[in-house]
């Protein structure tokens, strides 16, 4: 079975970090896009950050130079990597993927990670 497992999240001080995990499992032949995205009570699902399979990164503009993805390719694996932590960054956290199986290319979402910002 194909799917995305999220670990990481959790609670933390604000100024803290947290490192969130993404990792895809199953009958895969390729990893195209990857991103996180998250989405707060009330609000939208919103793009956190996107990494391409070439490694591009692109991030939303109230994280950047906070927030940083990666990826380990042979691991499978999507990295988010939240430093100075802000009260207004708790949310459910979702990564999602572009995985290459079967005969087709399709999007995959795992099942979300709480992190929360609290003193």
């Known amino acids: 079975q194909v799917q995305l497992v999220e670990s990481g999240g959790g609670l933390v001080q604000p100024g803290g970090s947290l490192r969130l995990t993404c990792a895809a499992s199953?009958?895969?032949?390729?990893?195209?896009?990857m991103a996180w995205y998250r989405q707060a009570p009330g609000k939208q699902r919103e793009l956190v950050a996107g990494?391409?399979?070439?490694?591009?990164?692109n991030y939303a503009d109230s994280v950047k130079g906070r927030f940083t993805i990666s990826r380990d390719n042979a691991k499978k694996t999507v990295y988010l990597q939240m430093n100075s932590l802000k009260p207004e960054d708790p949310a459910v956290y979702y990564c999602?993927?572009?995985?290459?199986?079967?005969?087709?290319?399709?999007?995959?979402w795992g099942q979300g990670t709480q992190v929360t910002v609290s003193s």
């Open positions: 199953g009958s895969i032949e390729g990893i195209n896009g």
């Open positions: 990494i391409s399979s070439g490694g591009s990164t």
């Open positions: 999602t993927a572009a995985l290459a199986h079967g005969l087709g290319l399709y999007d995959y």
